[in-house]
């Protein structure tokens, strides 16, 4: 498992191990949905805080003392050629590890759940007990310095299709941050919260409604673009460092998040930029337009997905049709 000073992991850290391309042709960009598809998945809330106490009775720098607040699982996985037949999802939680993935034989596993559901959207909520916790803090190197990084990985099976595993890290956290010598007091600690759209704007129209039509000319090229309240959705947070030497104490920094805005299509459209990312090297973004094109044939459809991610797990999916006139 990868440590450092800030403890974070990859926005939403969505990862199909089979690979996204075994749902592609060579042909098609990876933005073309084609067949099965994870596109996102969402935990609400996307950090836990945790009730803990000193641990040495069990091993332990502190311990989980109370079970956790449950967690929502929202995922979007869809397959344009078959949106009907069921798909067999089995889901596994363990310690987060370099991988992402729960087979590692180190790893205590936890099946969390089994469900049936056609592609589309489906949800499961995670509720992991405080021993359990303790059992993945006990595996952790840093004991959960920065935050305990557990990964639910769902594998996915759809007949006729290659077998998907789509990881999704949840964060469990201290609601406190160390001070250290001759810092000023911390800010207060709050638990990250998903970031949203508030809507699209296709040239001069404005979708605001997941799922929502929408009608645009038949092949033509047109600007898109996410709306969001960037204030809102850009949170300043503290995380704890490490000493740098033995006379020192641990403290804090204060770190700003970043984000994307990330698109698919269904075959028919065509997009411009597909990720769309808020920083850069040379600064932070401020155009977040991108486009796109409807199919070619009026009365024709093609569904668009967007996803929007921070880079501390947060994130929300959404739906768009579009429909060439």
């Known amino acids: 498992m990868r440590h450092d000073t800030k403890r974070t992991l990859p926005v939403m850290a969505l990862l199909a191990v089979s690979a996204l391309a075994t749902g592609c042709s060579d042909f098609e960009p990876e933005e073309i949905v084609v067949d099965l598809r994870p596109i996102?998945?969402?935990?609400?809330?996307?950090?836990?805080?945790?009730?803990?106490?000193?641990?040495?009775?069990?091993?332990l720098v502190l311990k989980v003392t109370a079970d956790p607040a449950p967690v929502q699982v929202n995922y979007l996985v869809v397959n344009p050629e078959d949106m009907t037949t069921p798909m067999q999802i089995e889901v596994i939680a363990c310690l987060t590890i370099e991988s992402r993935r729960c087979d590692d034989p180190d790893n205590t596993v936890t099946k969390v759940a089994s469900l049936t559901s056609p592609p589309g959207t489906f949800s499961l909520t995670f509720t992991p007990t405080a021993a359990q916790l303790n059992t993945w803090l006990s595996e952790d190197s840093f004991q959960g310095f920065g935050g305990l990084f557990v990964t639910?990985?769902?594998?996915?099976?759809?007949?006729?299709?290659?077998?998907?595993?789509?990881?999704?890290?949840?964060t469990y956290n201290v609601p406190f941050v160390p001070r250290g010598e001759g810092q000023d007091p911390p800010p207060p600690k709050l638990p990250n919260q998903n970031p949203t759209l508030d809507g699209i704007r296709f040239d001069e129209a404005l979708s605001i409604m997941d799922g929502e039509v929408i009608e645009l000319p038949a092949g033509r090229e047109v600007?898109?673009?996410?709306?969001?309240?960037?204030?809102?959705?850009?949170?300043?947070?503290?995380?704890?460092?490490?000493?740098?030497?033995?006379d020192e104490t641990p403290g804090?920094?204060?770190?700003?998040?970043?984000?994307?805005?990330?698109?698919?299509?269904t075959e028919g459209a065509e997009l411009g930029a597909s990720e769309l990312d808020s920083d850069t090297p040379l600064g932070p973004v401020t155009d977040f337009e991108t486009t796109i094109v409807p199919p070619a044939t009026p009365g024709e459809e093609a569904t668009?997905?967007?996803?929007?991610?921070?880079?501390?797990?947060?994130?929300?999916?959404?739906?768009?049709?579009?429909?060439a006139r």
């Open 40 to 59: 996102a998945v969402q935990t609400e809330p996307p950090e836990v805080f945790v009730a803990v106490a000193d641990g040495a009775d069990e091993g």
């Open 152 to 170: 639910l990985e769902a594998i996915i099976v759809q007949p006729g299709y290659p077998t998907e595993h789509v990881a999704k890290t949840v």
């Open 223 to 246: 600007p898109m673009e996410p709306i969001f309240d960037r204030e809102r959705i850009e949170e300043t947070y503290p995380v704890p460092t490490f000493p740098t030497s033995a």
């Open 252 to 265: 804090y920094r204060i770190l700003d998040e970043t984000f994307e805005v990330q698109f698919w299509v």
């Open 304 to 323: 668009l997905y967007i996803a929007i991610r921070d880079d501390r797990g947060g994130g929300s999916f959404y739906t768009r049709i579009i429909r």
